[in-house]
T-cell receptor, first 111, second 116 residues
């Protein structure tokens, strides 16, 4: 089966700095990856996704990088703002199997 | 708002009680999901419904009983729960038929359940 792990349970950054949240997955056959953000008292909110035929995908202030060789996924947030403080989850999936989620990294933005 | 509404937001119940969680999606999606989120653990998929038919059941104890009367509504009926069932229960929906992982999930805010 698949296992997904985030490298750090907590990440603290200064406001205005760039944040990088890393994630590793175990199944080399996984072909779909997704990042969610969960604020306190809310459900997970979609941020960005990427398929295995891509190495990089950019959104508004966010970039996801996929390194299939080492089975590593990262989320980069540019110019981190206090509103970015939340728990970030990555998930990986393949075919009909349900997405496997990681346990989350809590991003704390210091003013 | 994500278009997925869950009620109640909080629920406290004894081990002998029977209660139900409700989820409604206003997105016109075809698939609905129940997830369990425990502290410091990854999201665990419980059930998937596609066009009102259950397509996935991840070895969930029978004290959890899902019901999907139509593609917009999903219930989770609870009875004789255990304290370890205390968690945040999240409902989600997706556009497709719930048979592919390549689907963006839209989550509700969850029901925080405490079993005493």
């Amino acid at each position: 089966g698949e296992s997904v792990g985030l490298h750090l349970p907590t990440l603290s950054v200064q406001e205005g700095d760039n944040s990088i949240i890393n994630c590793a997955y175990s199944n080399s056959a996984s072909d779909y990856f997704i990042w969610y953000k969960q604020e306190s008292g809310k459900g997970p909110q979609f941020i960005i996704d990427i398929r295995s035929n891509m190495d990089k995908r950019q959104g508004q202030r966010v970039t996801v990088l996929l390194n299939k060789t080492v089975k590593h996924l990262s989320l980069q947030i540019a110019a981190t703002q206090p509103g970015d403080s939340a728990v970030y989850f990555c998930a990986a999936g393949k075919g009909r199997r349900a997405l496997t989620f990681g346990s989350g990294t809590r991003l704390q933005v210091q003013p | 708002e994500t278009g997925v509404t869950q009620t109640p937001r909080h629920l406290v119940m004894g081990m002998t009680n029977k209660k139900s969680l409700k989820c409604e999606q206003h997105l016109g999606h075809n698939a609905m999901y129940w997830y369990k989120q425990s502290a410091k653990k990854p999201l665990e998929l419980m059930f998937v419904y596609s066009l009102e038919e259950r397509v996935e059941n991840n070895s969930v104890p029978s004290r959890f009983s899902p019901e999907c009367p139509n593609s917009s509504h999903l219930f989770l009926h609870l009875h004789t729960l255990q304290p370890e069932d205390s968690a945040l229960y999240l409902c989600a929906s997706s556009q497709g038929r719930g048979t592919s992982t390549n689907e963006k999930l839209f989550f509700g805010s969850g029901t925080q359940l405490s079993v005493l």
